[in-house]
């Protein structure tokens, strides 16, 4: 059984270790507050009122003393003291720089998760094999297979994004010609799928596909 | 070695049975023996979502000793592995198991040969559901993004550490220390597992460190279920940080599970979800759950009736 919540040190409130970086505390305690305040669906039901109320008041105690170097050297002086940190990485942690640029540092999942459709267009700027695809008269499906998978995109991923049956897909990917829909269904087909892997221009590639189709047609 | 697994979650329509039933195809798909236990007593329906629909044996007959052995109450399903002890034609008084029956009932289930073994748990937290819990150090939580739900899994946490803290005692030390706990932490103190520790630290030592052993052997999972495109991606490990950091007990986050409409029309239909819809979200979050719940290892069953 672990320690009372009560009782343990400010850091160990916020999860952080005694070096930690001023906007790691402060990335801590707004981390805190989401799981503590009283609309948090964390920890909904999970406390009584009274909990709750003192809980929030010794993360603000622990943020606001810890975010204040004046006061954060007494603290710490005071734990070596009670010798619950050891006096290295007390000091360690008053000196170290707290810059933007830290490389350690992690971006939240939403911000790859909004960029991800201009990674993937970088991508298919920077990749010369893709390119050398696009610059061809006639695009297959088996070129648009290889595009997919050089930007490493899941055909789960373009069936759940578009919600084409996934047989149609592969049949696109394997060029087998009798399977797939009629025209008319296919072009929209192809110009959802390029707009998923952020392929340009549409129109232009998919009438080099609809041509190459057309060819396969024909010898057979 | 056998795999135990009990699945609960506090509340009804969380997808305990789905979960169960999901897991137990996908296990079987690996080539594990899979034995599917419908424990929901007296609302039991795993056998639906397994394509059983006519059982023609059930648990009941076990516990009315019709069948003296457990493990030929066991029926084969369509898929090749997975094998089901229904609940669809138990008694209407199932759901009071007593206790006597329900000790038999576990002792039989640890000593059956099969490689997993998956409990379906009903919603609740009486005694019958907290003690088929305690009968493996393992366990699957399940709840939804819905404070609903995360209330009663929380509850069904504390009464499980609860009920293991009682196994120890019997009724007139628990009563003392009931008294004791009230007196030192105040009213209500008592529906706190950390409190009562703390009482069983003091006047029983020997006991409180064995207590201590067990639940640092239990590896409990949670599944947060239904999660829908809007809902935090970080719930699932935000809950079992806080009940790490305020009860003390460990719970490891197993995994997200997609919500999908679809999962609706595969019951309706009585298909395998995984077989008809293999390329969703969801599907994949069941397969990958499946893989990391087969890789956790860990032994020894718990059940202390002598």
Not at chain 1, 114 to 133: G, P, R, W
Not at chain 2, 48 to 71: A, G, M, N, Q
Request: net charge positive; proline share 3%.
């Amino acid at each position: 059984m672990k320690k009372n919540f009560a009782k343990l040190n400010y850091y160990e409130i916020l999860d952080i270790t005694p070096d930690a970086a001023f906007f790691e505390i402060r990335h801590a305690y707004n981390a805190a507050i989401q799981m503590y305040r009283a609309d948090s669906l964390v920890s909904y039901s999970f406390f009584s009122l009274e909990e709750r109320q003192e809980i929030l008041n010794l993360l603000e105690k622990a943020y606001l003393t810890l975010i204040n170097g004046k006061e954060r050297k007494n603290y710490d002086k005071e734990l070596i003291q009670l010798g619950i940190i050891d006096n290295v990485g007390g000091k360690a942690g008053s000196k170290r720089s707290a810059g933007i640029y830290d490389a350690s540092r992690q971006w939240g999942k939403a911000a790859v998760l909004k960029d991800s459709k201009a990674t993937l267009k970088e991508k298919v700027a920077q990749n010369k094999h893709i390119n050398e695809i696009l610059s061809k008269q006639e695009i297959s499906g088996a070129d648009l297979k290889t595009i997919r998978n050089e930007l490493g995109v899941a055909i789960e991923k373009i069936a759940g994004e578009t919600k084409i049956r996934m047989d149609y897909l592969i049949s696109i990917e394997e060029d087998k010609v009798k399977r797939l829909p009629a025209a008319a269904f296919l072009k929209g087909f192809i110009k959802s799928y390029l707009k998923c892997l952020c392929i340009e221009p549409l129109d232009d590639v998919c009438v080099r596909y609809m041509d190459c189709l057309a060819r396969i047609g024909k010898n057979n | 070695m056998v795999h135990i697994w009990p699945i609960g979650g506090g509340k009804g329509g969380s997808g305990k049975s789905f979960l169960a039933s999901s897991l137990g195809r996908v296990l079987a798909g690996l080539g594990k023996k899979t034995l599917l236990i419908d424990l929901d007593l007296g609302a039991a329906n795993l056998h639906t979502l397994v394509d059983v629909p006519y059982p023609v044996k059930c648990l009941s007959d076990f516990i009315h000793k019709k069948i003296p052995l457990l493990e030929n109450t066991v029926l084969e399903t369509p898929v090749p592995n997975l094998y089901l002890i229904s609940g669809a034609h138990d008694s209407l008084d199932i759901a009071n198991l007593p206790y006597e029956q329900k000790v038999k009932t576990l002792k039989a289930i640890s000593k059956l040969n099969y490689e997993w073994i998956l409990l379906d748990l009903g919603a609740g937290t009486s005694f019958n559901i907290l003690d088929f819990f305690l009968i493996s150090q393992n366990s699957i939580f399940i709840t939804t993004p819905e404070p609903t739900s995360i209330e009663n899994v929380y509850r069904l946490i504390r009464s499980i550490y609860f009920r293991r803290i009682r196994q120890y005692f019997n009724a007139a030390d628990f009563k003392t220390l009931e008294e004791e706990v009230v007196q030192e932490f105040g009213e209500g103190s008592f529906n706190k597992p950390d409190c009562i520790m703390q009482a069983v630290k003091r006047a029983h030592p020997e006991k409180s460190l064995q207590l201590e052993n067990d639940f640092n052997s239990f590896r409990f999972k949670l599944v947060l279920n239904q999660l829908r495109s809007k809902d935090n991606i970080a719930l699932g490990a935000q809950i079992c940080k806080i009940i790490e950091k305020h009860l003390g007990f460990q719970v490891d986050f197993a995994g997200n599970i997609a919500f999908d409409d679809r999962v609706h029309d595969a019951v309706c239909q009585r298909v395998s979800f995984l077989d008809r819809y293999p390329y969703t979200r969801t599907a994949y979050d069941l397969r990958e759950l499946s893989k990391r719940i087969v890789n956790s290892t860990s032994e020894q069953l718990l059940i202390r009736y002598s």
